[in-house]
């Protein structure tokens, strides 16, 4: 009993560690005026997300084994609004989707995008952690890109909102796909037991969502108009750097509605 109490409690000041460590590495990329430096952060605190979010799953499975409490389920909501928030909750949702332990449920107003985020707390905690920082690469990036954009005055109002939106959605899908490549490294790295142990996690993330809405229904998919390829590409590759531009300044980020 003795032994089985001190490898949980070694695993748990493991976690506790990698929980640090990803806060100082998502503050550095949020702050860093570099690119190199900012991705280097940024892919770092990725990779360290997921294999935290298996930590967890796997003090979660000792604990029920042992007859120990287990990580409570919860759930979060995200708010966007204005002008890009049918993309941004698009884009947000497949981020959060990636981590395959969170599940995400979507409700619209005349004026918001509303997602729900529900599973272990923990892994609650880190989707919300990366969305905050993400919102801001992604404020920093897209200004730095229409700044320089070529056509922006040849557009119309609409036409700009789109090319946008569309920027917005291939940074976002792209953080979402190196998640997801991460993700697949590291269970792989972590043993095939471990695939059983996020399975159950994700079991009871469903059983959750079961709990809270038994009347849940599939909705259609909310028609989108899409920008144009340029702008996807440009956002991907800002996405593919996920970099703060430490010269973009409040006054500029104020453009962004012009």
């Known amino acids: 009993m003795e032994t089985e109490r001190e490898t949980h409690q070694d695993a748990a000041r493991k976690s506790s560690r990698t929980l640090k460590l990803i806060t100082k590495l998502l503050a550095k990329a949020e702050s860093t005026p570099f690119p190199a430096e900012a991705l280097a952060f940024q892919e770092h605190a990725e990779r360290l997300m997921v294999r935290y979010g298996i930590e967890q799953a796997a003090i979660d499975a000792e604990a029920r084994s042992s007859g120990r409490p287990q990580e409570r389920m919860v759930e979060e909501r995200v708010e966007f609004t204005g002008q890009y928030r049918v993309g941004q909750a698009r884009g947000f949702t497949h981020i959060a989707l990636a981590f395959n332990n969170v599940r995400v449920l979507q409700a619209t107003t005349s004026s918001r995008k509303l997602l729900y985020l529900i599973g272990a707390e923990s892994d609650v905690t880190q989707v919300l952690r990366l969305f905050a920082s993400l919102r801001l690469q992604l404020e920093s990036a897209m200004a730095a890109w229409w700044l320089d954009y070529p056509y922006k005055d040849f557009l119309s109002t609409h036409e700009r909102t789109l090319e946008r939106r569309q920027f917005q959605l291939g940074f976002l899908s792209t953080v979402a796909g190196r998640i997801e490549a991460a993700y697949s490294s590291e269970v792989a790295a972590a043993g095939p037991g471990n695939e059983l142990v996020l399975a159950s996690r994700r079991d009871r993330a469903d059983a959750k969502v079961a709990e809270l809405y038994p ?42 509605g012009s």
Request: aromatic share 0%; glycine share 8%.
């Open 215 to 256: 009347q849940l229904r599939t909705a259609r998919s909310q028609a989108m108009s899409m920008g144009s390829r340029a702008a996807h590409s440009a956002g991907s590759l800002a996405g593919t750097m996920a970099t703060v531009n430490s010269q973009v300044d409040t006054s500029r980020r104020r453009s962004l």
